[in-house]
């Protein structure tokens, strides 16, 4: 995360990190209102088995229900934020009135990882130990080309996982071809 003016490209969009409010079963989420307006966003998701009028369902719900990415202009997005009443700005500490960024680059690999994924595996910054963060790696060739992160391995596993990270905000390890792993 980086303050407002070091994170915006030639076009002036940037990823923003915001809140949605509304509740958890809400029929219109905040993603899904930006949306509709045409403004690209993203927020985690998993499948979760969900009871719906006393029937089991299987729905695509937000890891974390109140956080999602935002790419757009200040100017763009200022109004939307006052239109949708549950739309919120997330604010860096001790920054006075700076909103929460991501750098396109992480963003994109980051989309890239979990949309490639069939089960990402989402963490968050306090479950990430210095441990599991020992060996930086760059995947060359297949579906994550270029993406870097961290080498992490279960043991006993004889899967790969790359952790890919959006800093204090959120984890996502997605599993990778040994063949493609390059240290750095």
Do not use: K, M, N
């Given at each position: 995360m980086e303050k407002l003016n070091q994170n915006v490209n030639c076009e002036g969009l940037q990823w923003f990190v915001m809140r949605d409010l509304t509740r958890p079963n809400a029929k219109r989420p905040a993603y899904v209102q930006l949306e509709e307006t045409g403004i690209r966003c993203f927020t985690p998701m998993v499948w979760k088995v969900c009871t719906v009028h006393g029937r089991s369902?299987?729905?695509?719900?937000?890891?974390?229900?109140?956080?999602?990415?935002?790419?757009?202009?200040?100017?763009?997005?200022?109004?939307?934020?006052?239109?949708?009443?549950?739309?919120?700005?997330?604010?860096?500490r001790n920054f006075h009135n700076t909103p929460m960024t991501v750098r396109s680059g992480e963003m994109e690999c980051f989309i890239r990882a979990v949309s490639t994924c069939?089960?990402?595996?989402?963490?968050?910054p306090d479950e990430v130990t210095p441990a599991m963060c020992n060996r930086r790696i760059r995947i060359i060739g297949g579906r994550l080309d270029g993406c870097e992160g961290y080498l992490l391995t279960t043991r006993g596993s004889r899967r790969k996982r790359l952790l890919v990270?959006?800093?204090?905000?959120?984890?996502?390890?997605?599993?990778?071809?040994?063949e493609y792993i390059q240290l750095i």
């Open positions: 369902e299987r729905r695509h719900v937000p890891v974390i229900h109140d956080l999602l990415f935002v790419h757009s202009t200040h100017a763009e997005l200022d109004p939307l934020v006052e239109s949708i009443g549950t739309l919120q700005y997330r604010f860096l069939e089960q990402p595996q989402y963490l968050s990270e959006l800093p204090s905000l959120l984890a996502a390890a997605v599993e990778v071809e040994p």
